[in-house]
């Protein structure tokens, strides 16, 4: 099951478009990063949510070379997602991912273990 992230990035209003399937590119690598967020994010307002979110999407925007697929969460529970992203230099996405570890938002992070990357094939 998949529902659209609420938290939208609102300097950039095309990533409001309905992002309801994970469906991969044309770069080399693709990671899946599935989370869990803890009891204690959903008992923050929705505004600090989204302000917590903000500081994801602003450092986000600093790695062009990594796009979040369409920014599409899939909830398998309240509390479980996993987000695509995409790029064809596999250490850009190292370095996001150890920056957004230091933000507020990841504290409310219960586990986002094991990440899977996959590396596009042809068949043939």
């Not at 803890?38 to 923050?44: G, L, N």
């Not at 957004?100 to 586990?111: C, G, I, M, N």
């Amino acid at each position: 099951m998949t529902k659209r992230s609420m938290y939208i990035d609102k300097d950039n209003p095309e990533h409001v478009e309905d992002r309801l399937h994970i469906v991969p590119g044309k770069s080399d690598y693709l990671f899946v990063y599935p989370f869990v967020k803890t009891r204690e994010w959903y008992s923050r307002t929705p505004e600090q949510r989204q302000e917590m979110m903000d500081e994801h999407i602003r450092i986000g925007s600093k790695y062009r070379s990594v796009d979040c697929i369409r920014r599409t969460l899939s909830a398998s529970t309240i509390r479980e997602f996993v987000v695509a992203f995409e790029t064809d230099y596999p250490a850009d996405f190292l370095d996001l991912v150890q920056e957004l570890r230091e933000t507020k938002a990841s504290s409310f992070t219960l586990r986002d273990t094991p990440m899977f990357t996959c590396r596009r094939r042809s068949f043939g």
